[in-house]
């Protein structure tokens, strides 16, 4: 098992109950299911600070004893208050109630003396040996405070008047008159001086001196900004929290609103204000002086804060899964006990804060050591396999089965048996992972040469490259590309350079040349291109030139020319890819004039290339030829490319043609 910890703020709280990791079972559970419960991992490994530190229900109040000993808690239900003992790391004993306690104070430095204010208007006194007294009080109480020197009880209730029980005397004394009419919240005494502090639903603050049995002191104008207190509360504000400090003249108090205020008994305004940012009422105020650095702890019904008691500094915060009803803090130390609104207690520990207490000393290493270790879940013991992967195994006759466990478009497989089927499967798969790493360490060993990597980013290539030329002619050059200041440049294409502009050709002449000869070389090759076109439409005009003859030969030259014309069309396809190549190879061996030689052909007509296979006809032949040309002059009949024929002709008049006329 792992302790859950969080990070807020980089401030490590491990939550050693009360939170996802622990687990609470019943007692008639794990008597009945004993065996069982020994293969629970869950279980087995659990953490437990404290034994049985919970309650059936709910938790309502927990305080420590002031010899450090005990730590007391009361919850329900049914009603009841339970002792722990930090010698035994174990519940001490429980004690049932009639009713649910809200509040309890603890009359002597160990547990053997508490005093109980239940919700029925009944104060119970406990000792030792179980319930001792129980007193009844005209209205609802509300808090608790006890008054070492004079044996004074003060009870606040919900009315303007706090009960005065003195427990030396066994009566009650004459009520504290308070301007609080809508009742007293909380009270609080100064540990230093036995300054009386009361806190009234009309949120305003009285400081009473037990001495003089007078008000000493009044906070009635406690601002808070007006749209905060509307945005979380309609109601108007109360004072829900009080706590002094040990120094005699801090003091802080705690709104229904959400926010702490500290105030110097010296003056009326105070010197920090805190807002919670929950908008629910403060339930309690500690100050913490175990570190360096004087914090103040205050907590909601949903969240603690930790934070800087100088200047209202955030240092962390600790949110349980349940509502929080008290929070009780171990004197120099780390560790905070909370009862909530649920069956565990909540026990955190927060190593920055302080130490771990004496008698959990062990805490400051089983933290460490349990979170570095994985945290082992139930399904680690299975495999998630498809339907395929199921055939492909050969595990598909198991379908229906106890063996496989159906889970949405697949099944839970136990994971030995799934490697099992996996190695008959593929037996040589050992071999193949080996032939796997051994490629991977041979590529991790390439990888470590010295090579040039130069990523180029998608805007701006060219002036990347540049920059990267100039960087790596100066030894001592800076990384333009890697600078903040100019990493939108390559990244945003808003930034990137026109290079087609005037305005970049004229600031860049160098650049402009550079294209200018690649465009040049592109050109020529298009030329050569443009040949291998112009000489497969000359042969197509040669073909036209031959039908153009005499009527007496016309056929024998048609059949002629369709033969030689296949042959050409033949060789012409086989050779195509051929002649592409030797392009490249002729613009290699150009002359130092810069002019190619081009292939000259013998013969021309008109003007135009003769074909390669005029050369093999007679003086007759081509005779007859250039005679029929000129007899046709302005008469001429040629071929496309796709197969079609064209004709131009010009029309002559009726005698030039010999055919007379009117």
Sequence with gaps: MVLPVTQANNVKVYTVSGGLGSRSIPDWI??????QLKKDLEYSTRVELIQDFEFPQASNCIRTSRD?????ATGTYKPQMRVYEYAEASMKFERHTDCESLK?????DDWTKTVHLQDDRWIEFHTQGGHHY??????HGRDLAYHFPSCDLLVSASTHEVYRLNLELGRFSTPIQTDGTEGVNCAEINPAHQLFGFGTANGTVELWDPRSKARVGLLNDIKIPASVVDEYNKDPMQISALKFRNDGLTMAAGTSTGHTLLYDLRSSVPYLIKDHQYGLPIKNIHFHEGGETPRVIVSDKKVIKIWDRNNGKHFTSIEPETDINDVCVVEQSGLLFTAQEGIQMGAYYVPQLGPAPRWASFLDNITEEMEENPNRDIYDEYKFVTRKELSALGLDHLMGTNVLKAYMHGFFVDLRLYEQAKLIANPF???EYRQKTVRDKIEKERGSRIRVNTKLPAVNKEVAK???????KKKNGTDVLEDDRFKQMFADPEFEVDTESKEYQLLHPNTVKKRRAIDSDNEDEDEEDEEQQEEESDVDSDDSERMSGDSESEDDLVSKIRKERGMHVRSKKKTQTSIRSDAGKKQKTKPKNGKRSLEMRMGTDGGRMASRNEDRKSFGERLKSEKSQRRNEGHRVSRTALGGMEMSFTPQSRRRRGGGGR
């Design 30 to 35: 794990v008597r009945k299911r004993k065996r």
């Design 68 to 72: 450090g000993n005990f730590v007391i």
């Design 104 to 108: 309890f104070e603890v009359l002597s």
């Design 134 to 139: 129980r007193t009844r009080i005209p209205k």
């Design 429 to 431: 798969a050992y071999d």
């Design 466 to 472: 540049s920059l990267l030329e100039s960087k790596n």
